[in-house]
T-cell receptor, first 111, second 114 residues
Framework: TQLLEQSPQFLSIQEGENLTVYCNSSSVFSSLQWYRQEPGEGPVLLVT?????EVKKLKRLTFQFGDARKDSSLHITAAQPGDTGLYLCAGVVRRDDKIIFGKGTRLHILP | DTEVTQTPKHLVMGMTNKKSLKCEQH?????MYWYKQKAKKPPELMFVYSYEKLSINESVPSRFSPECPNSSLLNLHLHALQPEDSALYLC?????????????FGPGTRLTVL
């Protein structure tokens, strides 16, 4: 069974703090996407990483793809209440093109 | 246009009803997907259409019947559903169903089966 372990599952921190969310797997991915989802809405694509070791920045969000393309991290600097939401990672498995989702990280930023 | 639209936004139906969910994209994407998402869970893949042909059916019960009339439209026909089928149904599209597979999601249809 192919798994994409995402941690932590829940995170509640004060505005202004930094945080990191991790996605780990034993599978090698062709690409990996990060999404943010608001309640009752569809996931919104934040970034796609493709190359091992790749780092992408989106304002206060920094995304990194592991050298072996088996893991990824999302780092948020100076979190704000608007960052609150469900963060999902999704990887395309290199071997069979199947897409697998992590279970998500529910992030709550307290003002 | 980088949007995936879904209708209706909300749907309430009885177990004997027949209804359809609709999804549309005009990004020229050739792969389209149906997902089911229960509360506090990640999306679960149901079907994948690639070039208007069904390429993946993740062992979904036959009471869910997908249809892809053309490259921009995707339907999900519902018949004789059960209360446990209540969920958020998400449609997504990607340029094609291949390794580099950036998916764009619609806002979803919130389905309640009574």
């Amino acid at each position: 069974t192919q798994l994409l372990e995402q941690s932590p599952q829940f995170l509640s921190i004060q505005e202004g703090e930094n945080l990191t969310v991790y996605c780990n797997s034993s599978s090698v991915f062709s690409s990996l996407q990060w999404y943010r989802q608001e309640p009752g809405e569809g996931p919104v694509l934040l970034v796609t990483v493709v190359t091992g070791g790749e780092v992408k920045k989106l304002k206060r969000l920094t995304f990194q793809f592991g050298d072996a393309r088996k893991d990824s991290s999302l780092h948020i600097t100076a979190a704000q209440p608007g960052d609150t939401g469900l963060y999902l990672c999704a990887g395309v498995v290199r071997r069979d093109d199947k897409i697998i989702f992590g279970k998500g990280t529910r992030l709550h930023i307290l003002p | 246009d980088t949007e995936v639209t879904q209708t209706p936004k909300h749907l309430v139906m009885g177990m004997t009803n027949k209804k359809s969910l609709k999804c549309e994209q005009h990004m020229g994407h050739r792969a389209m997907y149906w997902y089911k998402q229960k509360a506090k869970k990640p999306p679960e893949l149901m079907f994948v259409y690639s070039y208007e042909k069904l390429s993946i059916n993740e062992s979904v019960p036959s009471r869910f019947s997908p249809e892809c009339p053309n490259s921009s439209l995707l339907n999900l026909h519902l018949h004789a559903l059960q209360p446990e089928d209540s969920a958020l149904y998400l449609c997504a599209s990607s340029q094609w169903h291949r390794a580099y597979n950036e998916q764009f999601f619609g806002p979803g249809t919130r389905l309640t089966v009574l």
